[in-house]
């Protein structure tokens, strides 16, 4: 038998440049031919526990672009757990397909036995795409899944939480830079009404705030506008409005040159992940514009401090008191962007990476 030479593609280069780019301890390609289930779990950091982060399942253009965002996203649950002093690790996993269409009770029970084939170093949870019946579902896989519904113990929808910390966040901010925490009389523009941007607009429309809002979901802006009274914003021209604070709460990477261009707010505070297109150009270009950002992975991490709570046992008067420690978190964060003459995603990464580094000491002494 001749000797025969084994290529290795780009496209596998690739994934482990993007790998050691992220830093990430583990991938797993999850194919299911007679369900048509097509994920990827991401395992990026477990130093400070297991990785929990939701599934999200999302039409994506190409599996790059899939795996792109499943990478970001689990970094992100890195920095998030590791920011709000919970003892998690970081993780995500995407599905792809359209949620509406290719979702069905034998492709989410598939994912649960993968779930279950990494023993615990992987949490799953809801996320965009996905739902509480959803984990429903996996729970009768794996156990290692939380966000099941209050009937069956869990902490249910955990997207008020969400909202509730980034309206901390929010106010942290507006305390920063006005000297005062009130949104009252304040100019607010929500991209993104799904869940966790209608909870958001409740909170502002109830601190007295004039709330501007666009999606794509003409259902959603009808009750925002019936409930809340909220102006209906087309589109992109979201990014042209002149008011105190632009609240991304949709899908991430918003904030680049041109978007950034655009805005005329004194703070970005908002739900979505991964805001920043490219943190290290992104971050400083914000900063140079003057306006005040808010580290998305840090005000956006009340709904994984409430799975998280979920985890050790559901109570939730207990995530709510957590999450309300966001708002001296963006406090600290924003002294230490100032201190130290960095960006505040920069300021937000470093002490997050600081909390996994001292961890990895201790447990490395005797």
């Given at each position: ?10 496209t ?15 991938v ?7 369900t ?24 994506y253009?190409?599996?790059e ?58 949490i ?28 069956r ?130 971050g ?31 109570h ?51």
């Open positions: 038998m001749s000797d025969t030479i084994q290529t290795t593609t780009t596998e280069l690739d994934m482990f440049a993007k790998l050691e780019k992220y830093d990430h301890e583990q797993m390609i999850c194919n299911d031919n007679r048509g289930l097509k994920a990827i779990i991401a395992i990026h950091n477990t130093i400070l526990g297991p990785g929990l982060g939701g599934t999200r399942m999302w039409s253009k190409t599996e672009d899939a795996v792109h965002d499943v990478l970001r996203l689990s970094r992100g649950m890195s920095y998030k757990a590791a920011i709000s002093g919970l003892n998690l690790g970081g993780a995500k996993a995407v599905i792809i397909g359209d949620p509406k269409t290719k979702k069905s009770e034998a492709l989410i029970r598939k994912f649960g036995r993968f779930v279950e084939n990494l023993g615990g170093k992987y799953t949870a809801e996320d965009v795409g996905t739902t509480t019946v959803d984990m429903e579902y996996v729970s009768m896989e794996t156990k290692h899944v939380v966000g099941l519904p209050e009937s113990g869990g902490g249910g929808d955990p997207s008020p939480v969400t909202a509730y910390g980034v309206y901390m966040g929010m106010k942290a901010s507006a305390k920063k830079l006005w000297g005062n925490d009130s949104l009252g009389g304040k100019t607010v523009a929500v991209q993104g009404v799904g869940k966790v941007g209608m909870n958001l607009v409740k909170l502002l429309h109830n601190d007295g705030a004039k709330i501007y809002v666009s999606d794509i979901n003409d259902d959603a802006l009808q009750l925002c506008y019936k409930e809340f009274g909220t102006i209906v914003v087309d589109g992109n021209d979201i990014f042209d409005l002149d008011v105190d604070v632009f609240a991304p709460c949709a899908l991430g990477a918003v904030l680049n040159t041109v978007n950034i261009n655009r805005l005329k707010c004194a703070i970005v505070a908002g739900a979505a992940n991964n805001q920043l297109e490219h943190e290290q150009q992104h400083p270009m914000l900063a140079d514009k003057g306006i005040l950002y808010a580290p998305d992975f840090l005000i956006n991490a009340g709904g994984l401090i409430n799975v998280y709570s979920e985890y050790t046992g559901y939730r008067d207990n995530a709510i008191r957590d999450t309300e420690k966001i708002y001296q978190t963006t406090l600290a964060i924003y002294k230490k962007s100032q201190d130290e003459g960095i960006h505040t995603q920069q300021a937000a990464v470093e002490m997050a990476e600081k909390r996994i580094h001292d961890i990895l000491m201790l447990r490395a002494t005797v």
